[in-house]
């Protein structure tokens, strides 16, 4: 059984720095695309970031290009968002998602309908 578990969310302010961390289990997850989606109260689920191959390939939403870095460790079957230069528009519940690997180049602009898998998010809230 398939288990994606976040963790790491918390509040800071504009500017500060917070890292996601996304376990998971259950599967060889090195071949699949590891994704980062997130929802605001009131708004849609919107891509974050996604990768495979062992972090080779990587794609991102325009809206957090140069701030946000996502990593893989498949040795320990985790994947990580480091998130840089926080805004107050980045508060919002943060998923972890898995799915096949021509799914990751949809998550930039995508809902993550594609993916297969889904943590049960953690909560990231950034004060101005």
Request: proline share 3%; with cysteine; glycine share 16%.
């Amino acid at each position: 059984q398939v288990q994606l578990v976040e963790s790491g969310g918390g509040s800071v302010q504009a500017g500060g720095s917070l890292r996601l961390s996304c376990a998971a289990s259950g599967d060889t997850f090195s071949n699949k695309c590891m994704g980062w989606f997130r929802q605001a109260p009131g708004k849609e689920r919107e891509g974050v970031a996604g990768t495979y191959g062992y972090g080779g390939s990587t794609f991102y939403a325009d809206s957090v290009k140069g701030r946000f870095t996502i990593s893989q460790d498949n040795a320990n079957n985790m994947v990580y968002l480091q998130m840089n230069n926080l805004k107050p528009e980045d508060t919002a519940m943060y998923y972890c998602a898995a799915g096949p690997r021509f799914a990751c180049r949809t998550v930039p602009t995508g809902t993550g309908d594609g993916m297969d898998y889904w943590g049960k998010g953690t909560l990231v809230t950034i004060s101005s």
